[in-house]
């Protein structure tokens, strides 16, 4: 009997049932389900199905993180209903205004842990994967009939297997590791898969920087992707869980649809042209074009580590063109608030927002003017993305939208760093 | 159930965003989004759109976010179908689950050209370019997603899974 893959294992643990296939359709129900500010707008399909009350309340997290602090009454009237619904149903775990990104809140709070699986309405729940969770994005419709039933339909996905080797250069990220897979895979390689990834390069990555990886491979069309839980991650979540948990790793004889082998030690920072995010240059090919928006957050690349890189670029500087920081949360923020990272950005002429996703879809706090760019740590810079049609948007590294920040020009990190 | 209607081309990695912007989610009512559908590419497309036109797209159409409004923008401009190379995963799921009928075939999608008539036999999953007379097999859909599309989406689905609609 061959072995089987990480998203076999998962999707089988998750449906209650023995073994799983690829091709196979099974009634998951998952351990979490999450949503954001979209939930008032799931909570009325949710009544349209007829249900009274939501089955597994202790299992649904709601962050409010893509408008906050509400813009316009429009949105607080949103999350005022949200509230409420929440209070309603007694929904076990709601995060409010200023805690963060939700799949950053998640794995802050314990809520989602290795072996696990989580179905949430916002297509970058890969990001989960981190932990070596089953982490997949669905419609509102989906999550209303979750809430309504405990269960969802979802077919088996074949697998791919990236394996990464080698170590990471001085100003070189787990983002510009994406970036590069992205440009190889294209946006369809992995569509309809599960992205499981290996190696020895991974242990390599800070856990600030490991979420990266998951998260950006949604880019690439996956349904999901994973990283073998190491040691690293079981410390990380010992102060935070609320129950045991059980890692899954693939079989070394599970079978793949495809094997991508990434050596990490000749990386150079990457950047993602506008308008797709696997259109990649390393940066050496972009150095000069002018930017009037440098945004470092997002849950891409707003964690400590990534405010870290940006304050190691920007001590003593003083920046060129606009410079926005949004923390992907309130742990985040505190602690670059102790460090004085906070005090080395806004005295480099950063403008500070409040943890959530900021301007990445266009939403508020930062949208460019027509015919001006941006930089961007976030994960997509298709048209319009970040609010204006003629606004193009170039992704990076926080080392590369720093660096390019002082001087209003893409610039290659390395340089500052030398 | 037969489908006819006038074709809207387009090409690969065609995202949610340019589908419909987020500048424009505050609300989620059909007309409304259906106002702005596809604006960022095609500034004709919303003021021209005729009911029971058809969308064809390359491979990945509706890449990117996870946003419902992208399938309920295009239901509400009238659009009957969309063909493709090949869809993103959420994208293919949350049109099913609002009712929108949408197929996949690589070589009817390649073939079809802007303004050409297609007609669509949903239950056969056949599709006929008028213009060259040719007719195309398109995937089938996997049992479990044939269940919601006879419900009628998946709201409809659900009430019956929980008992609400015992006749439905």
């Given at each position: 009997m061959a072995g089987r893959t990480f998203a076999e294992k998962a999707l089988a643990r998750a449906a209650g049932v023995p073994d799983a296939r690829a091709g196979d359709i099974l009634d998951v129900t998952p351990d979490l389900m999450l949503s954001h500010d979209n939930s008032a707008a799931i909570s009325q399909i949710f009544r349209e199905t007829g249900a009274a009350q939501v089955v597994y309340p202790e299992r649904i997290a709601i962050t409010l993180d893509h408008a906050v602090p509400a813009p316009t009454t429009r949105h607080a009237q949103n999350h005022a209903e949200i509230r409420e619904w929440v209070r309603q149903q007694g929904i076990a775990h709601l995060f409010e205004v200023g805690r963060g990104i939700c799949h950053q809140v998640i794995a802050e709070e314990g809520l989602i842990l290795?072996?696990?699986?989580?179905?949430?309405?916002?297509?970058?729940?890969?990001?989960?994967?981190?932990?070596?969770?089953?982490?997949?994005?669905?419609?509102?419709?989906?999550?209303?009939?979750?809430?309504?039933?405990?269960?969802?339909?979802?077919?088996?996905?074949?697998?791919?297997?990236?394996?990464?080797?080698?170590?990471?250069?001085?100003?070189?990220?787990?983002?510009?590791?994406?970036?590069?897979?992205?440009?190889?895979?294209?946006?369809?390689?992995?569509?309809?898969?599960?992205?499981?990834?290996?190696?020895?390069?991974?242990?390599?990555?800070?856990?600030?920087?490991?979420?990266?990886?998951?998260?950006?491979?949604?880019?690439?069309?996956?349904?999901?992707?994973?990283?073998?839980?190491?040691?690293?991650?079981?410390?990380?979540?010992?102060?935070?869980?609320?129950?045991?948990?059980?890692?899954?790793?693939?079989?070394?004889?599970?079978?793949?649809?495809?094997?991508?082998?990434?050596?990490?030690?000749?990386?150079?920072?990457?950047?993602?042209?506008?308008?797709?995010?696997?259109?990649?240059?390393?940066?050496?090919?972009?150095?000069?074009?002018?930017?009037?928006?440098?945004?470092?957050?997002?849950?891409?690349?707003?964690?400590?580590?990534?405010?870290?890189?940006?304050?190691?670029?920007?001590?003593?500087?003083?920046?060129?063109?606009?410079l926005i920081v949004i923390p992907a949360s309130a742990e985040v923020m505190l602690a670059a608030a102790r460090e004085g990272i906070l005090d080395t950005l806004i005295s480099a002429g950063a403008a500070i927002g409040t943890p959530g996703c900021g301007p990445c879809m266009g939403n508020h706090m930062g949208i460019p003017a027509p015919g001006e760019v941006t930089i961007s740590t976030g994960s997509r810079n298709f048209r319009g993305r970040m609010g204006t049609p003629d606004a193009p948007v170039y992704l990076a590294s926080p080392y590369v939208v720093a660096a390019s920040a002082i001087w209003g020009t893409i610039t290659d990190p390395r340089e500052v760093l030398a | 159930m037969k489908l006819e209607g006038k074709v809207w081309k387009y090409g690969d990695n065609i995202d949610t965003d340019v589908i419909i912007p987020a500048r424009y989610l505050v609300t989620t009512d059909p007309q409304?989004?259906?106002?702005?559908?596809?604006?960022?590419?095609?500034?004709?497309?919303?003021?021209?759109?005729?009911?029971?036109?058809?969308?064809?797209?390359?491979?990945?159409?509706?890449?990117?976010?996870?946003?419902?409004?992208?399938?309920?923008?295009?239901?509400?401009?009238?659009?009957?179908?969309?063909?493709?190379?090949?869809?993103?995963?959420?994208?293919?799921?949350?049109?099913?689950?609002?009712?929108?009928?949408?197929?996949?075939?690589?070589?009817?999608?390649?073939?079809?050209?802007?303004?050409?008539t297609l007609t669509v036999d949903l239950v056969a999953g056949t599709i006929t370019n008028q213009r060259t007379g040719k007719t195309y097999q398109a995937s089938p859909y996997p049992p479990f997603v044939l269940g919601i599309i006879n419900a009628g989406g998946l709201v409809p689905y659900t009430r019956r899974e929980l008992g609400i609609d015992i006749t439905g």
């Open positions: 290795p072996g696990e699986t989580v179905l949430g309405a916002d297509s970058h729940t890969t990001h989960a994967g981190w932990l070596g969770a089953f982490g997949a994005g669905v419609g509102r419709t989906e999550m209303a009939a979750l809430w309504a039933t405990g269960q969802l339909w979802m077919r088996v996905p074949d697998a791919i297997r990236i394996t990464l080797s080698g170590r990471l250069a001085r100003g070189v990220t787990a983002k510009d590791v994406a970036l590069h897979i992205l440009a190889a895979l294209g946006p369809t390689a992995a569509l309809y898969r599960s992205v499981e990834f290996a190696g020895d390069g991974l242990a390599g990555l800070s856990l600030d920087e490991r979420p990266v990886l998951p998260n950006m491979m949604a880019e690439a069309g996956a349904k999901n992707a994973y990283l073998p839980p190491d040691d690293a991650v079981f410390a990380y979540l010992e102060p935070r869980r609320t129950r045991d948990y059980t890692p899954l790793y693939p079989d070394p004889d599970a079978e793949y649809v495809a094997d991508y082998r990434f050596d990490l030690d000749s990386l150079a920072p990457q950047v993602a042209l506008p308008e797709q995010p696997d259109h990649v240059r390393p940066v050496t090919d972009v150095i000069g074009q002018p930017v009037q928006q440098a945004f470092i957050g997002t849950c891409t690349n707003g964690r400590l580590d990534d405010l870290r890189a940006a304050a190691q670029i920007l001590r003593g500087q003083r920046v060129r063109c606009r | 409304t989004l259906a106002a702005h559908c596809m604006e960022d590419i095609d500034q004709a497309f919303a003021s021209q759109v005729q009911p029971g036109d058809i969308i064809v797209g390359g491979r990945n159409f509706g890449c990117g976010s996870s946003r419902e409004h992208a399938p309920i923008s295009i239901k509400g401009a009238g659009v009957s179908c969309i063909i493709a190379e090949s869809f993103a995963r959420i994208f293919f799921r949350n049109a099913i689950n609002i009712g929108l009928p949408i197929l996949e075939s690589p070589e009817a999608a390649r073939d079809a050209q802007k303004g050409d």
